[in-house]
């Protein structure tokens, strides 16, 4: 009986890992526009589509349910060749790259799906002869029809071939391009374009090829939002767990260049729940950001009541919710508000740091019973609209609601089925997967750590997690369509490697990390008009 498994799995496993050898060893190398390119098939190795370039890469990870994958790089680039076939016209260049790579695409996947079967009969054939060393070593007198049981091992080959190439088209996922990661300059670029641009012209051959392959990039990126984006009316940051941590100017920096309308934070500004340690300094640096762009932001468990009266007295903040002390503990409220068209609203977090009893416990058993109790006690008595019974909506009522822990936001989910568009919320120090944002037309974000862990870390002994917000795009009709998550992992995050941009370039190069999510259509009700103003209907 072992003998007999062994054989199946040597059968098995030498044809597939023949297949994937081959398409390693022997890629498709092709030249499109004076760019010579090597594009090279994966198995079970690197899913999807890729791209690399020497400033970073970009991946599409959902193409089909196999674990086949295509990948890009260029070979050798010469920098002044690419810059002189630009021309100055980067969409002109575009278009002409994506049509000579059109033209040569049957060749290629004639050639990656043959060098694939190559591989897969030279394994096929390895098992064979193994198979038949081994029987001569034990002395195994020779079967009769051997070359007809071979033939028909080499059939079941090329069914069972056949069968997950069928798969593969049967799962292939045509909106493919709706979720997307960069990584490198060329999600630097994503973050600061503006002042990245000025880096670019400077008169250097490394900053000529910078410029022109992150403008492909970014024209390429136009192509795909155009064919999937009606015009963006707003654009909303979302922002969380800042700790204390000093990158309000690189937030305000952010939020500059990407023109964002609207700042969402969901909470824990602070460590220990005091007053004073919002500084004179970190104040100042958040009014220069809400000078400009309005906030709205929700206590989380490290936010006081104290906390919360400080963050309203800042300009352009407004809190949602309340939270108060009570004989044993903390109350909660929530609130709405209407902003640039959409009605937004947001609860407060009952837990404070360093409260006692359940309201300051970190148990996860204890701290979510609390949360969905206070989150019912909450919305009996809100000023936030909601239905009898639980009843589910024909439209959301609310386009987004706020607070600081997940869990709130699922019993929330739970009381108003159907009225809620998207929720985001914050405290994992850590985003939700793209893939688990939207189910169904509901939309789910959860923010990293904005500020890096801050002061949390040193309070806790913990690992500095990577600088991580959100901006989200709306359309004039109020329909969110895409959402890009930035990830800075840094160590050099800093105000000051603002000042140059080509030290920042140098500074989060290899850092950043840009995934771009497009939505699927949400219910949002007729006639909705978003974008004009603070407080636009």
């Known amino acids: 009986m072992v003998a007999f498994l062994l054989r199946w799995v040597l059968r098995l496993a030498l044809p597939v890992l023949g297949g994937a050898a081959a398409l390693q060893l022997f890629p498709y190398r092709a030249v499109v526009q004076h760019i010579p390119f090597r594009v090279e098939g994966s198995l079970l190795t690197r899913p999807g589509l890729s791209a690399d370039t020497t400033l970073g890469s970009w991946r599409f990870p959902d193409v089909s349910g196999l674990p086949f994958g295509v990948h890009i790089a260029p070979v050798d680039v010469d920098v002044l060749e690419i810059t002189r076939a630009a021309g100055g016209d980067l969409a002109g260049f575009t278009q002409r790259l994506q049509a000579d790579f059109t033209d040569q695409l049957p060749r290629i996947a004639a050639w990656i799906v043959g060098t694939f079967l190559i591989g897969v009969l030279a394994g096929l054939a390895a098992a064979a002869a193994i198979n038949m060393s081994v029987r001569y070593l034990r002395d195994a007198p020779r079967r009769a029809h051997e070359l007809r049981l071979r033939a028909v091992q080499l059939g079941a080959a090329l069914v069972v071939t056949l069968a997950v190439a069928g798969y593969g088209a049967l799962s292939y996922n045509p909106d493919w391009v709706r979720q997307s990661r960069l990584t490198g300059t060329l999600a630097a670029a994503q973050l600061l374009p503006g002042q990245l641009s000025d880096y670019y012209t400077q008169s250097n051959k490394v900053t000529d090829v910078l410029g022109s392959v992150v403008g492909i990039q970014a024209e390429l990126q136009r192509q795909i939002d155009a064919d999937r984006l009606a015009d963006t009316a707003l654009q909303i940051m979302t922002i969380s767990d800042m700790h204390l941590e000093a990158n309000y100017p690189l937030v305000a920096a952010y939020a500059a260049s990407y023109g964002v309308d609207l700042i969402l934070n969901t909470g824990d500004e602070a460590e220990f729940g005091t007053p004073p340690e919002l500084t004179p300094t970190y104040l100042d640096a958040m009014r220069a950001l809400t000078d400009t762009t309005p906030m709205l932001w929700v206590s989380g468990n490290h936010d006081s009541p104290a906390v919360e009266d400080v963050m309203r007295t800042v300009p352009g903040v407004t809190v949602l919710g309340d939270s108060n002390a009570t004989d044993d503990g903390y109350e909660v409220s929530a609130s709405e508000v209407q902003a640039y068209g959409l009605r937004i609203a947001g609860i407060a977090d009952p837990r404070v740091y360093g409260a006692p009893g359940e309201y300051g416990s970190d148990d996860l058993d204890v701290v979510d019973e609390l949360q969905r109790s206070a989150v019912d006690q909450a919305m009996e008595t809100a000023d ?90 709306v359309g004039a009709d109020c329909q969110f369509t895409r959402v890009i998550r930035f990830q800075i992992r840094s160590g050099d995050a800093r105000p000051a490697a603002l000042a140059d941009p080509g030290v920042m370039a140098q500074a989060y190069g290899r850092d950043v990390t840009a995934s771009t999510v497009y939505f699927r259509p949400q219910d949002v009700g007729p006639d909705r008009r978003c974008g004009d103003g603070p407080g636009r209907r």
């Open 384 to 473: 936030v609209g909601h239905l009898d019974g639980g009843a589910a909506a024909s439209v959301p009522r609310y386009d987004v609601f706020l607070a600081h822990e997940p869990v709130a936001l699922e019993r929330l989910r739970e009381l108003l089925p159907g009225q809620i568009r998207q929720t985001d919320a914050g405290h994992t120090h850590q985003q939700n997967a793209s893939d688990e944002i939207q189910d169904g037309t509901e939309l789910d974000l959860v923010e990293g750590s904005t500020g890096a862990g801050g002061l949390d870390n040193i309070a806790r002994g913990t690992r500095r997690p990577p600088t991580e917000f959100s901006i989200e795009s």
